[in-house]
């Protein structure tokens, strides 16, 4: 069992930064995949990035590609999600997603993910 805590969120201006992480504990997340998703209030659950096991490649959604980064820190048993150019529709509950699989293909459905956190409020003001 991967327990996850997602912790770094907060209230910005639009333009702003924060760096968002995602401690897992239970057992190492060596070989998982780990992911990024966000819920605005009113919609559903989108995917954001996901970061690849095998060789840390890194995948995001063409709403934040550029402006947000995706890493881990296999040592600490952490996943970073760096958020830059903050914009208010960027405002939404983030939250980090873990699997098991190590697979070539990119994971970027909520239902391919087993453990999730309980997630961070990231609210940008304009």
């Known amino acids: 069992q991967v327990q996850l805590v997602e912790s770094g969120g907060g209230l910005v201006q639009a333009g702003g930064s924060l760096r968002l992480s995602c401690a897992a504990s239970?057992?190492?997340?060596?070989?998982?995949?780990m992911g990024w998703f966000r819920q605005a209030p009113g919609k559903e659950r989108e995917f954001v990035a996901t970061?690849?096991?095998?060789?840390?490649?890194?995948y995001y959604a063409n709403s934040v590609k550029g402006r947000f980064t995706i890493s881990r820190d296999n040592a600490k048993n952490t996943v970073y999600l760096l958020v830059n150019s903050l914009k208010p529709e960027d405002t939404a509950v983030y939250y980090c997603a873990a699997d098991p699989k190590s697979t070539i293909a990119f994971l970027t459905l909520q239902t391919s993910y087993r453990y999730w956190g309980q997630g961070t409020q990231v609210t940008v003001s304009s």
């Open positions: 239970g057992r190492t997340t060596n070989g998982y995949t």
């Open positions: 970061i690849r096991w095998s060789d840390g490649s890194t």
